[in-house]
């Protein structure tokens, strides 16, 4: 009876090492944090279109501001709970965890999406340059999380779910960011000196 037991113990014990119930926690905190931000990088995203594609006034400067504002903090935000997914280790996701990676990307794309699309509405507007000047810090800050949380989430990826990959479906907007953030760098050069000149 007491053979049995302890038996059954250590087969318990086992399966428990071998399939971890809670699986890989800082997925978790990540999974529910992208999906998020997604919502709210859509949401300010849609909003800037449709200011940038506008007349400019005071207003509607001070709207695309507070949605950058929102979007910069959040996206900052995102860089520090994707960060601890690189002490993931091979086979460390559960079942239910390994079945939600793909969503987990999907929302990431969705994130990328929108930021480019967000850069090239502001940098594409009629605002002038003393508008330009006060979203390109934020919007610049924005954009260069991207890479930021890519890179953790590849390696993430890679490691703990490399058949579950699907990062590849972001590159073209991640691309594109790049290039914008290069277009915003120049732009807040031209304004500093005073030229006026817009790419």
Same mark, same amino acid.
């Given at each position: ?11 318990? @014990? ?5 399939? !971890? ?6 997925? *978790?905190? $990540?999974?529910?944090?992208? $999906? ?7 949401? #300010? $995203? *849609?909003?800037? &279109? ?8 005071? &207003?509607?400067? $001070?709207?695309? =501001? =507070? ?16 960060? !601890?997914?690189?002490?993931?280790? =091979?086979? %460390? @996701?559960?079942? #239910?965890?390994?079945? %939600?990676?793909?969503?987990?990307? *999907?929302?990431?794309? +969705?994130?990328?999406?929108?930021? #480019? ?6 940098? &594409?507007? *009629? ?10 810090? +934020? ?5 260069? %999380?991207?890479?930021?949380? %890519?890179? &953790?989430?590849?390696?993430? /990826?890679?490691?703990?779910? !490399? ?8 590159? !073209? ?6 290039? @914008?953030?290069?277009?915003? /760098? ?8 005073? @030229?006026?000149?817009?790419?």
């Amino acid at each position: 009876m007491q053979f049995s037991t302890i038996v059954l113990a250590a087969l318990s @014990l086992g399966s428990a090492i071998a399939s !971890p119930v809670g699986g890989f926690a800082p997925f *978790n905190s $990540a999974a529910s944090k992208v $999906a998020n931000v997604k919502l709210i990088v859509g949401q #300010e $995203a *849609n909003r800037i &279109n449709s200011w940038a594609s506008g007349v400019p006034n005071a &207003n509607t400067i $001070a709207s695309v =501001k =507070k949605s950058l504002v929102t979007i910069r903090s959040n996206m900052n935000q995102l860089v520090e709970t994707v960060s !601890p997914l690189e002490s993931a280790a =091979k086979d %460390s @996701l559960s079942k #239910e965890q390994i079945a %939600s990676v793909k969503q987990f990307q *999907n929302d990431i794309k +969705d994130i990328f999406v929108n930021l #480019e699309s967000v850069g090239n509405s502001v940098t &594409n507007s *009629n605002f002038d340059k003393t508008a330009l000047s006060q979203f390109n810090p +934020d919007l610049q800050s924005a954009l260069t %999380s991207a890479p930021l949380v %890519s890179a &953790n989430v590849l390696a993430f /990826i890679n490691l703990a779910a !490399p058949s579950y990959a699907t990062y590849s479906y972001w590159y !073209p907007s991640l691309i594109q960011i790049d290039a @914008l953030i290069s277009i915003i /760098i120049n732009l807040n050069l031209k304004i500093y000196i005073g @030229l006026g000149i817009y790419l």
